[in-house]
T-cell receptor
Framework: GEDVEQSLFLSVREGDSSVINCTYT??????LYWYKQEPGAGLQLLTY?????DMKQDQRLTVLLNKKDKHLSLRIADTQTGDSAIYFC???????????FGTGTRLKVLA | DAGVTQSPTHLIKTRGQQVTLRCSPK?????VSWYQQALGQGPQFIFQ???????QRGNFPDRFSGHQFPNYSSELNVNALLLGDSALYLC????????????FGPGTRLTVT
């Protein structure tokens, strides 16, 4: 089946690291994505990883993939107030042009 | 470089009416996908257009239809509106060969009363 699950809320203090988690169900080779949505805005692609990779780092962002558990995480180092937003995990379905999105994790950064 | 643009920003319609939403893709992009995002939910894939044809469809009824024009812009039409169609409608564009990277517009907020 096609399903992507995320926890709903995360609150961290400014300067700390944030870790947002996601689980997915499709067992085929696939791409997995992290998007950011700020209030009143569309989705901004942050980063993506192919399912044969374990880790990808891009400046303050680190993506970790546990293929066995179908678990994906996004770590944001030195979290800033501007990082407050909703973060969506998504996977592309092999053989189709579809993306499946999770319900989103609302990150609140406390000053 | 213009990003993805959508119009209108907000729209209020009555049950049973029809609505048309518009999307202009990012410059150089040839593929347009539409998503419905209900309040508190993630985006749900409606369909994707490439070369003026629908090439993939999600689990949405036939009341949802679309069109892509030769300049790659696209329309989403919804007939016989239901209260449950109230949502943010997002358009995303990409290159056929670079489907990995979808760029999203700011969305159209549709309210059905």
């Amino acid at each position: 089946g096609e399903d992507v699950e995320q926890s709903l809320f995360l609150s961290v203090r400014e300067g700390d690291s944030s870790v947002i988690n996601c689980t997915y169900t499709d067992s085929s080779s696939t791409y997995l994505y992290w998007y950011k949505q700020e209030p009143g805005a569309g989705l901004q692609l942050l980063t993506y990883i192919f399912s044969n990779m374990d880790m990808k780092q891009d400046q303050r962002l680190t993506v970790l993939l546990n293929k066995k558990d179908k678990h994906l995480s996004l770590r944001i180092a030195d979290t800033q107030t501007g990082d407050s937003a909703i973060y969506f995990c998504a996977e592309s379905i092999p053989g189709t042009y579809k993306y499946i999105f999770g319900t989103g994790t609302r990150l609140k950064v406390l000053a | 470089d213009a990003g993805v643009t959508q119009s209108p920003t907000h729209l209020i319609k009555t049950r049973g009416q029809q609505v048309t939403l518009r999307c202009s893709p990012k410059s150089g992009h040839d593929t347009v996908s539409w998503y419905q995002q209900a309040l508190g939910q993630g985006p749900q894939f409606i369909f994707q257009y490439y070369e003026e044809e629908e090439r993939q469809r999600g689990n949405f009824p036939d009341r949802f239809s679309g069109h892509q024009f030769p300049n790659y812009s696209s329309e989403l039409n919804v007939n016989a509106l239901l209260l449950g169609d109230s949502a943010l409608y997002l358009c995303a564009s990409s290159l056929r060969t670079g489907f990995l990277e979808q760029y999203f517009g700011p969305g159209t907020r549709l309210t059905v009363t």
